[in-house]
């Protein structure tokens, strides 16, 4: 389009007909009678607001040309202004002043909404001036202009009122009154609005003073509902409201409110009344423990989560809480274990029985309240973990807790055990007692008593299932590391490769029929690392054979002597060193009534053979025969003459084996059974195992001194003893006085 001067307009001629455009768009909005605008219209007063004023552009244009007196942009600037200071003098205000409370609101978004209608128009009518003028004078563009004037004249006069009128209806509704939601949006929308692009206006106008009543308004809520109503029906009340309050948030308060809202409300219900709340004598935390209540559980977490702080005292009661059945449970096994008229035996498998399994199901409990009504929060483990600690490392009628867990374990993995369950349970109850040694602080005693065990259920053919034993060692050494699980790990390959071994032995006799025994021989060759308290390499003489009582020990010395050989044919660098003590025999006894296959030890066996060749033998002379400790001779001969089984009838007859004693073969002996065992007496390897520990933690505290000195080179006394209980902590928890006394030794 070619370029084309534009007319020069006067002033006030052309005001003159920009205001009959301005008068007929108040009155569209005021309602009255009038046409609407046609774009002829529009096209006119857009001309003329051009006319007066002068574009300043590039010098080439015919712009560039026009110079003062024509040039009214600022008149024309100051008249935009004073249009709208005169409509809002001359009619908003008096509309607004004679009007209250709802009514007042739903005119001053009538009034807001025609406002901005008017700003646009207008800012339409004197585009140039705002594209020119205003951009290069740096001053408010006219938009800006127009919802100043209603900010300084409409809302700084009548926003306190505005505000009351607000709270007021919000107070109303949160005492249950259907208010006008739309409304309030509207009007909390020009709190937003005429900030023009901040929050102050909204902030300081309304919602400091919103957030004051909401306080005062929850405050004497509390008051009340803490007095009438017990601690489940508070939190329903509590979480209601804040349900409300949120909902509230989402249909008219701006979002930025909602974090504000919910703190007062949470603050006002919840921190100011908490202690009183939670300790609530017969429906607060300790009750809904106490009453197995999950979902008020769950619900007190949710509310209590949200506070600074909240949580800690709910933790601090639900380990307690937990705290208290856990003792409950070592009492009631104490008392179980001392009112209990029987052999020790049985008072132990009562407290793995009964004690071991309710600490399971404990744990399983509120492990799942953690879970679950906690979600898994860190601090409601911690306090379980705490709780578990103070009674797991309590123990029962004299047996410790590593103890009572080793022995559980036992009964579960050997063959016969009263535990039947399915491999699934099994494998599901071996998890939870390796959860339960993790609160254990003597995991080295447990590692000890469960080795002993171990050893048994290997060596006596004792053990259900190989892969449950290789399952809970896997168990085991993700809980406390492969250190911890290395020796039992080595046993169990141990008895892997002596199977090996025997086939190894069956086809050498097989094929060497000369070097035969004459009887059945099974030997168990184990690592001496693996297997405590023997140096280099053993071998376990499992022997099982079928004799005659004619035959004489030196039978036992040919077997030593033909596995010796089949051995030497595989290696010439190990030694076999034999432990007799743990062999068996099957040995037929003739007795008058009739033969009977006895299953015997190979001790047993040895004394027994010796009446093949006399029918009546002194403790000395047995003594001697067998070269044996007193120990194991006394051991031997009660199990073979004052027990169950009498195959020896003993002269006196008494309960006790005495030096001065005579035994003789009982040829009248019987039994229902064709086979019987006959076992020795229990020995109580406690006393052992604990000395085995102690001594262990000796070299354990030394080697950690060590290492931390060669590390550090130079220690603070009190230094090196915490960082020595530190390193230890994981295996057992080592004394102060032990720590002092060993590093006096090695200073020493």
């Known amino acids: 389009m070619a370029m084309h001067e534009r007319k020069t307009i006067d002033l006030e001629q052309g005001w003159e007909f920009m205001q009959k455009g301005i008068t007929k768009l108040k009155n569209i909005l005021e309602g009255l009678p009038e046409t609407q605008f046609s774009s002829e219209d529009y096209m006119m007063l857009y001309t003329d607001a051009d006319g007066l004023f002068v574009c300043v552009s590039e010098p080439s244009t015919t712009c560039a040309r026009k110079k003062p007196p024509h040039d009214y942009s600022q008149q024309l600037y100051d008249k935009y202004k004073e249009s709208f200071e005169e409509y809002i003098s001359l009619t908003v205000m008096p509309s607004l002043r004679e009007k209250h409370d709802e009514f007042m609101l739903r005119e001053l978004v009538k009034r807001w909404s025609n406002h901005k209608i008017m700003v646009r128009w207008l800012s339409r009518f004197f585009y140039y001036l705002d594209r020119y003028f205003i951009a290069r004078r740096s001053l408010p563009p006219l938009n800006e202009v127009g919802l100043t004037c209603f900010r300084d004249l409409v809302y700084n006069e009548i926003k306190v009122k505005v505000r009351d009128a607000v709270i007021s209806l919000i107070d109303q509704e949160r005492e249950g009154e259907q208010i006008d939601r739309a409304l309030l949006k509207n009007v909390l929308d020009i709190f937003v609005e005429i900030g023009l692009g901040n929050m102050e206006c909204y902030e300081n106008d309304f919602e400091a003073a919103m957030l004051d009543d909401t306080a005062a308004y929850y405050s004497r809520k509390a008051l009340n509902w803490i007095m009438e109503d017990s601690c489940p029906d508070y939190m329903l009340k509590a979480e209601e409201c804040l349900r409300r309050e949120k909902d509230r948030v989402s249909h008219y308060l701006h979002s930025s409110s909602e974090p504000k809202l919910l703190e007062k409300v949470q603050h006002e219900l919840l ?321 008058d009534p009739k033969t009977m296959e006895l299953v015997v030890t190979t001790y047993q066996a040895s004394a027994l053979l010796l009446f093949n060749a006399s029918d009546r033998l002194s403790y000395s002379e047995i003594m001697s025969e067998l070269n044996l400790t007193d120990d194991d001779v006394v051991r031997l001969l009660h199990s073979l003459s004052c027990a169950k089984y009498k195959i020896l009838n003993k002269e006196p007859s008494t309960k006790t084996i005495s030096p001065t004693d005579y035994f003789v073969f009982n040829s009248k002996f019987t039994d229902k059974m064709r086979r019987i065992k006959i076992p020795l007496p229990p020995v109580d390897e406690k006393k052992k195992v604990i000395e085995d520990v102690d001594k262990d933690r000796r070299y354990a505290i030394d080697a950690s001194i060590v290492r931390i000195m060669k590390s550090r080179k130079v220690l603070g006394h009190q230094q090196l003893v915490m960082e020595c209980v530190e390193q230890l902590g994981r295996m057992f928890k080592p004394d102060f006085k032990a720590i002092k006394k060993r590093i006096e030794d090695l200073i020493a």
């Open 271 to 591: 921190s100011v009344n908490a202690t009183q709340l939670l300790e609530k004598e017969h429906s607060g935390c300790h009750a809904l423990l106490r009453d197995d209540k999950v979902d008020d559980l769950s619900r007190m977490y949710r509310l209590f989560c949200r506070i600074p702080r909240g949580l800690d005292p709910i933790s601090q009661i639900f380990k307690q809480h937990v705290t208290a059945e856990g003792t409950a449970l070592v009492k009631q096994a104490e008392d179980a274990a001392s009112n209990k008229k029987a052999e020790k035996k049985d008072i132990v498998g009562l407290q793995e029985q009964v004690f071991v399994r309710k600490v399971i199901e404990l744990h399983d409990k509120y492990l799942a309240y953690v879970n679950d009504c906690f979600q898994n929060h860190s601090l409601f483990h911690k306090a379980l973990k705490e709780a578990f600690e103070v009674f797991c490392n309590k123990g029962v009628a004299g047996s410790s807790s590593a103890e009572l867990l080793a022995t559980f374990c036992d009964n579960i993995l050997k063959k016969g055990g009263s535990e039947k369950l399915s491999d699934e349970a099994i494998e599901e109850t071996l998890e939870k007692v390796v959860k339960l040694l993790a609160y254990i602080g003597d995991k080295d005693l447990f590692a000890e008593f469960y080795r002993k065990k171990l050893a048994r259920r290997l060596l006596f053919d004792k053990s259900a299932n190989d892969d449950h034993e290789r399952s809970i060692l896997t168990k085991l050494k993700q809980q406390c590391g492969g250190q911890f699980t290395s020796k039992m790990e080595g046993m169990v390959t141990d008895l892997t490769l002596a199977r090996e071994n025997q086939s190894s032995f069956e086809e050498y006799l097989s094929n060497n029929a000369q070097a035969s025994p004459g009887i059945d021989l099974t030997v168990t060759v184990l690592t001496t690392g693996f297997w405590r308290a023997i140096n280099r390499l053993i071998s376990i003489f499992l022997l099982r054979c079928v004799l005659a009582l004619c035959f004489c020990t030196s039978m036992l010395v040919k077997c030593v002597e033909v596995f010796k050989e089949f051995y030497q044919t595989k290696t010439k660098h190990r030694k076999l060193t034999w432990i007799y003590s743990l062999g068996t025999c099957n040995i037929n006894g003739k007795f």
